[in-house]
């Protein structure tokens, strides 16, 4: 593992720039900003502000990185509704990403263009962080998510991994599989053929990882050690008739844990609809409120480690 901190002043904008001694450094100081007293977390973003600019709806994202940098000590300025900016008037990403270059230490950018972080990381003199970008990728979401796996079961090699859901559309599936090639895993991928994932942006990953596909969970269940569901995301749907036909398709309840492994870990990135039933929440299956909270808690050490040399 680097013992220097490579992410000094650095663009997070894709999960693919990150190899596993970066992640792995990145989960040894989520650890150590746990263990650090209130005073001196309050130093590491101190006097600092983050800037955030959502153009798609966020919960956990945006709420996460602000409450990272105020228990850093630092500050959060942001728009979360484009119609209450002047985007609302026709304002570029461009015009807008200077404007909040000049107010903030470091910028959280949520759009639903591919491509969009990259480009604000080339305008900007301030580190981009994508908080998704289009249904390209969520890099800090696959990097609390493998955060989460590796707490959760203390190891990440040698786990089976099933995703299930929207894999077409959903970016934080292609950005957990980019993370997850890092490790020597088996990926289930489980999805009806009209939201198979994009052939196209794994097939350098295929070649190199054990990736298996199928359209039924019940196939895959009892393998598993590890279960990632995604929401089926009527928004993204060209077609909403082609949404209607796949929506509610899968659905995690008590009766397909009865042919789970008993240790089966249950993920979701959020939000959620239905496709998990609320009598799992309180199994000891059901981790994803916890890797919800521990995205607050990577979200710090990555801040720290973007707005200081030496952090740790
Ligand atoms: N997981 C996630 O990105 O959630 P939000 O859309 O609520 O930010």
């Known amino acids: 593992m680097p013992s220097k901190n490579h992410f000094f002043g650095k663009d997070i904008v894709s999960i693919r720039d990150f190899s596993k001694d970066d992640l792995e450094f990145i989960f040894d100081s989520t650890d150590k900003v746990q263990q650090l007293k209130p005073e001196e977390k309050s130093e590491l973003g101190k006097g600092r502000t983050l800037g955030y600019i959502f153009y798609e709806p966020s919960t956990r994202t945006r709420m996460s990185f602000e409450a990272a940098m105020a228990s850093l000590g630092g500050s ?53 962080i994508n908080a998704g970008s289009g249904s390209e990728e969520h890099p800090t979401q696959a990097m609390l998510d493998l955060y989460t796996i590796f707490k959760e079961k ?14 077409k559309y959903g970016r934080t599936v292609y950005s ?11 990926v289930y991928l489980v999805s009806p ?11 350098e990953y295929e070649a190199i990882m054990n990736i298996m596909h199928y359209n039924y969970l019940d196939d895959v269940i009892p393998h598993l050690d590890v279960l990632y569901v995604t929401r089926i995301q009527k928004e993204r749907f060209p077609d909403i008739q082609e949404y209607e036909k796949v929506k509610g398709i899968y659905r995690i309840d008590e009766k397909l844990l009865d042919i789970a492994k008993t240790d089966l870990s249950i993920m979701h990135p959020l939000p959620r609809l239905d496709e998990i ?3 799992i929440d309180n199994t000891k299956n059901a981790i994803y409120f916890k890797q919800a909270a521990y995205g607050k808690e990577l979200r710090s050490a990555l801040l720290a480690l973007i707005l200081n040399e030496n952090p740790f």
């Open 76 to 128: 959060s300025i942001g728009i979360f509704d484009s119609k209450f900016s002047s985007i609302e008037k026709g304002e570029s990403l461009a015009d807008t990403i200077r404007i909040i270059d000049l107010y903030s230490d470091v910028i959280v950018l949520r759009h639903s263009r591919d491509g969009s972080s990259r480009y604000a990381a080339e305008l900007s003199s301030n580190p981009i």
């Open 193 to 203: 053929p009209s939201l198979a994932i994009r052939k196209e942006s794994i097939f």
């Open 277 to 279: 039933s609320h009598k």
């Open 176 to 186: 957990l599989l980019y993370g997850l090639k890092n490790y020597n895993v088996n």
């Open 154 to 167: 203390g190891r990440i090699d040698n786990l089976n991994v099933g995703i299930v859901g929207d894999l």
